[in-house]
Nanobody, 122 residues
Framework: QVQLVESGGGLVQFGKSLRLSCVAS????????MGWYRQTPGKQRELVAS???????YYADSVKGRFTISRDSLKNTLYLQMNSLTPEDTAVYYC????????????????WGQGTQVTVSS
């Protein structure tokens, strides 16, 4: 199996920045796509940003120009640089992976981290 562990969340003031990290460990794997989702109480989990194996990125309209997703393949780490944060960005942020894990026949898109809380004060 593969484990995803997020870090970097916390309390930050309006307009400030945070960088989230997600480290993947366990069995060998090939990445199809990795992404960051966020969820607030009572709402569905939403895709914030994603990056494919070839480096193609996607951003939700609400974060375009403020957030940057990146990946360090040597460190098996996914990042989300979040700038110009607003209270609307307050949520639990989850790392997700679409991975082909050694010993499996197909990609599995259901790899999730435990989440990291981001709180932006006004």
């Amino acid at each position: 199996q593969v484990q995803l562990v997020e870090s970097g969340g916390g309390l930050v003031q309006f307009g400030k920045s945070l960088r989230l990290s997600c480290v993947a460990s366990g069995r060998q794997f090939i990445i199809k796509v990795m992404g960051w989702y966020r969820q607030t109480p009572g709402k569905q989990r939403e895709l914030v940003a994603s990056i494919t194996r070839d480096g193609t990125t996607y951003y939700a309209d609400s974060v375009k120009g403020r957030f940057t997703i990146s990946r360090d393949s040597l460190k098996n780490t996914l990042y989300l640089q979040m700038n110009s944060l607003t209270p609307e960005d307050t949520a639990v942020y989850y790392c997700n992976g679409g991975l082909l894990v050694a010993g499996r026949d197909d990609y599995d898109y259901d790899y999730w981290g435990q989440g990291t809380q981001v709180t932006v004060s006004s």
